[in-house]
């Protein structure tokens, strides 16, 4: 399973950027999906996730981030409004395993390459 994500890029407070993350593989669907970030000199954070059953936030971005999916294109989205300079970060998609909690890193199998989002202020 490889994801390639993309999407990231430089915009100043207050814009919008679209990740996307495409997932090789024909069992998509049958996965649940996630975003994560890493800024420098901290931890990956949990940002989004969604699987059959619903979608999942963080407190910092609920309200101004969204993610999606589209099963037939197994790509996974994450629009991101309203961005904060405390949102840069490298974000990643992750694709969760079997024993799938959606806030938990250790419960995601495959991990993308990482799409660097800066936000000036």
């Known amino acids: 399973v490889q994801l390639q994500a993309s999407g990231g890029g430089l915009v100043q407070a207050g814009g919008s950027l679209r990740l996307t993350c495409t997932a090789s593989?024909?069992?998509?669907?049958?996965?649940?999906m996630g975003w994560f970030r890493q800024a420098p000199g901290k931890e990956r954070e949990f940002v989004a996730a969604i699987n059959w059953s619903g979608k999942f936030y963080s407190d910092p971005v609920q309200g101004r981030f969204t993610i999606s999916r589209d099963n037939a294109k197994n790509t996974v989205y994450l629009q991101m409004n309203n961005l904060k300079p405390e949102d840069t970060a490298v974000y990643y998609c992750a694709r969760g395993a079997s024993s799938w909690s959606a806030s938990n890193p250790k419960s995601y199998d495959y991990w993308g390459q990482g799409t660097q989002v800066t936000v000036s202020s």
């Open positions: 593989g024909r069992t998509f669907r049958n996965y649940a």
